[in-house]
């Protein structure tokens, strides 16, 4: 077996076995990762890996959105859709801008999701 597959399959079944809570915590971290590199890039047309690593980071807000479900905390539930709902909007108008201006909000609001995120796994044990 290639080393390259193993290590896949190892990602693949770990997330696929992971506790909910630790998916979730997975998708921030993975969307600010593409946030952060996004920042890092030069902004100008041509550029499309800023393109790809913002709509990376928007496919990720954009699956926590849809992974909500009201049933158990409506409240909750529309708080987090309405923060979600904005961050995607920030993150289409830097891409539309091809400006990093917004990036630092979009980043601000899922660093304190997850910062929660975490704080309620915690608390659970």
Not at 9 to 30: C, D, F, T, W
Not at 36 to 48: G, I, K, L, Q, T
Request: hydrophobic share 40%; charged share 30%.
């Amino acid at each position: 077996m290639n080393p390259r597959d193993a290590a896949s399959a190892y990602r693949e079944s770990s997330i696929e076995n992971a506790p909910p809570i630790k998916v979730v915590r997975m998708l921030y971290q993975g969307a600010l990762r593409f946030l952060e590199r996004a920042e890092a890039e030069s902004v100008d047309p041509s550029s499309a890996q800023y393109l790809y690593l913002l709509a990376r980071s928007e496919a990720i807000v954009a699956e926590l959105r849809l992974a909500l479900d009201p049933k158990h905390a409506p409240a909750i539930a529309e708080n987090l859709e309405q923060l979600y709902l904005y961050c995607e909007e920030r993150l289409r108008d830097a891409g539309i801008q091809k400006s990093k201006a917004a990036l630092p909000e979009v980043r601000k609001v899922l660093s304190g999701l997850l910062d929660a995120w975490q704080r309620v796994e915690v608390s659970t044990r």
